[in-house]
């Protein structure tokens, strides 16, 4: 393989990899990921032969459907101890949820996006079913996007939305405009506000979490129906999810860092 085509391989295996994670625990088809990655079918049907050599992705024999593989766990939990929080979150997560009635979740930035790692059910009866653990959405999109989108750089904000067209897979309340007063109104505030962006009737609230460099690495949020949202209500949400974030940040904080 010439050398200027690594990079581009390794991109596709990467955007493979997390489209299959995308659709965990159902698996995925050749065609569900060919269409997910913008890739040839024969192309993907021949990275993903590649990583099952490689113990990277499963399929099942029955149904033909992809999954992620052993070895990728195998890997994972070796990764775990740097990058993994949901054992300090699990507490700060339950009383979110206790707390506010909602459903409460975990996200983690990873790069320009965002990665569900971790929830924990409301009392409320009425869910939304917006956010699942593994759903991956750019920054921007949802309030744990715009939320870590707002506590970045003026700079950053800047250089990230020069480059990317969130319209075009959210729709036009995402143009750029949309999002800077956002964006606006989430610094002002300290938390952000969903106000049924994705999903009709189906609002959601996040904080951002800070790392040991002041970076809004995570952010905590909470979903639910649209009436439980109100005007009157949402300060006090605000409130509850700004104390929590903040709790889970000196956590973070206090854990011994670990070298290399």
């Known amino acids: 393989m010439a050398d200027e085509q690594r990079p581009q391989v390794i991109g596709r295996v990467g955007a493979?990899?997390?489209?299959?994670a995308g659709h965990e625990p159902v698996g995925s088809s050749t065609s569900d990921l060919a269409r997910a990655t913008s890739l040839a079918r024969p192309t993907v049907h021949r990275l993903l032969t590649s990583l099952a050599d490689e113990g990277l992705v499963d399929r099942d024999p029955k149904t033909g459907r992809w999954s992620l593989g052993p070895e990728l766990y195998l890997l994972g939990s070796l990764a775990a101890g740097?990058?993994?929080i949901t054992d300090l979150a699990r507490d700060v997560l339950r009383d979110l949820a206790r707390?506010?009635?909602e459903s409460a979740f975990l996200s983690a930035r990873r790069g320009d996006e965002t990665v569900c790692l971790a929830?924990?059910?409301?009392?409320?009866?009425?869910?939304s079913h917006v956010l699942h653990v593994g759903i991956r959405l750019p920054l921007g999109v949802a309030s744990a996007g715009l939320v870590i989108l707002s506590h970045l750089s003026d700079r950053d904000i800047d250089e990230y939305l020069s480059r990317t067209d969130l319209t075009a897979g959210w729709g036009p309340d995402h143009t750029r405009q949309a999002v800077e007063e956002r964006i606006a109104a989430t610094r002002l505030a300290g938390y952000s506000t969903n106000p049924a962006l994705l999903v009709e009737g189906s609002w959601g609230m996040g904080a951002a979490v800070f790392d040991h460099r002041d970076a809004p690495a995570w952010a905590l949020s909470i979903t639910g129906?649209?009436?439980?949202?109100?005007?009157?209500?949402?300060?006090?949400?605000?409130?509850?999810?700004?104390?929590q974030a903040h709790r889970l940040t000196q956590l973070l904080r206090q854990r011994p860092r670990r070298s290399g």
């Open 225 to 243: 129906v649209e009436s439980r949202f109100r005007e009157d209500r949402r300060p006090e949400l605000g409130e509850l999810l700004l104390r």
């Open 119 to 127: 929830s924990e059910e409301g009392s409320f009866p009425l869910r």
């Open 99 to 101: 707390e506010t009635g």
């Open 16 to 20: 493979l990899l997390r489209a299959i």
């Open 82 to 84: 740097r990058y993994d």
